[in-house]
Nanobody, 122 residues
Framework: DVQLVESGGGSVQPGGSLRLTCTAS????????LGWFRQAPGKEREGVAA????????DYAHSVKGRFTISKDNAKNTLYLQMDSLKPEDTARYFC???????????????WGQGTQVTVSS
């Protein structure tokens, strides 16, 4: 079965950076589309960034475009989210997701990790 494990979350001051990592097992990375989502307390889960099987097509939420970068290493079965110029409103639990179909920022992915907490505060 597909398993996804996120890491790299933590606390950072506004303007700082973090890199999230999602390590996958149980699948062939090149056959899956991947996404990052986040959910803050009392809010709905929202799509942050997505990348297709080949790592060529990407999509970003308007709120993070230009600040976050999604990438993947198929050889390592690993997905990354580089987050720069972080803002307090980026505070949330971040989840990675995988599916053989392209859903972009739509949370219809079949497989999900447990998430990692990101807190941006001074």
């Amino acid at each position: 079965d597909v398993q996804l494990v996120e890491s790299g979350g933590g606390s950072v001051q506004p303007g700082g950076s973090l890199r999230l990592t999602c390590t996958a097992s149980g699948y062939t990375a090149g056959q899956y589309c991947l996404g990052w989502f986040r959910q803050a307390p009392g809010k709905e889960r929202e799509g942050v960034a997505a990348i297709d099987r080949g790592g060529i097509i990407t999509d970003y939420a308007h709120s993070v475009k230009g600040r976050f970068t999604i990438s993947k290493d198929n050889a390592k079965n690993t997905l990354y989210l580089q987050m720069d110029s972080l803002k307090p409103e980026d505070t949330a639990r971040y989840f990675c997701a995988a599916d053989t179909l392209w859903f972009g920022l739509n949370p219809q992915y079949r497989y999900w990790g447990q998430g990692t907490q990101v807190t941006v505060s001074s």
